[in-house]
């Protein structure tokens, strides 16, 4: 299976500044390739899906790049309401797999 | 507005089974791959099980297979997880979710159910 790996496990900002996620397939999964974020006791709320593709609802604030192997998901300008869990998943091919998570902490 | 609700869940002792439903609407369901994912109390999201649009075509995850089948049934925009010899590692919160592509192979967006919790426990 692919193994999917996020950086950094968590990261600490402050309100206003950017913030960049990092996930790594162990093979190309192309541009298949989706980014949640997860609240205490909420199911977790797609953001990006085919890499780049904002979901519906999604503020500008957050986009998503990177194709095969390496994906970045940017969050521009940190919000109150984006401290949060965040996940990578690839869906190029059964079965699905999720990176570790990431959480995104107040500085 | 698409939408998924998943029910079924509950308290199961050890050994036990349950089935889990997932309601569908607001999309072509027969045109979708459907798909449940679990998530262990404060760990991560694990993939559970998927089913082609069809049908025709099952995958499980090895911790699960042989002991849960997922079913859907089209003319009711149904899919169900079968979950049978339940163990306490599968205590869990159960989404159903829609794949991203159709079965044209066109790209859409995916969209969870908000959960329906399983616990196994004596």
């Known amino acids: 299976e692919i193994v999917m790996t996020q950086s950094p496990v968590t990261l600490s900002v402050s309100l206003g500044e950017r913030a960049t996620l990092s996930c790594r397939a162990s093979?190309?999964?192309?541009?298949?390739l989706a980014w949640y974020q997860q609240k205490p006791g909420q199911a977790p709320r797609l953001l990006i899906y085919?890499?780049?593709t904002r979901a519906t609802g999604v503020p500008a604030r957050f986009s998503g790049s990177g194709s095969g192997t390496d994906f970045t998901l940017t969050i521009s300008s940190l919000q109150s309401e984006d401290f949060a869990v965040y996940y990578c998943q690839h869906f190029n091919i059964w079965p699905w797999t999720f990176g570790q998570g990431a959480k995104v902490e107040i500085k | 507005e698409v939408q998924l609700v998943e029910s079924g869940g509950g308290l199961v002792q050890p050994g036990g089974s349950l089935r889990l439903s997932c309601a569908a609407s607001g999309f072509t369901f027969s045109r979708y791959a459907m798909n449940w994912v679990r998530q262990a109390p404060g760990k991560g999201l694990e993939w559970v099980s998927s089913?082609?649009?069809?049908?025709?075509?099952?995958f499980y995850a090895d911790s699960v297979k042989g002991r849960f089948t997922i079913s859907r049934d089209n003319s009711k925009n149904m899919v169900y997880l079968q979950m049978n010899d339940l163990r306490a590692e599968d205590t869990a919160l159960y989404y159903c979710a829609k794949d991203c592509y159709d079965s044209s192979a066109h790209l859409d967006e995916g969209t969870w159910g908000q959960g329906t919790l399983v616990t196994v426990s004596s």
């Open positions: 089913i082609r649009a069809s049908g025709v075509g099952t």
């Open positions: 085919g890499a780049s």
């Open positions: 093979q190309s999964v192309r541009s298949n």
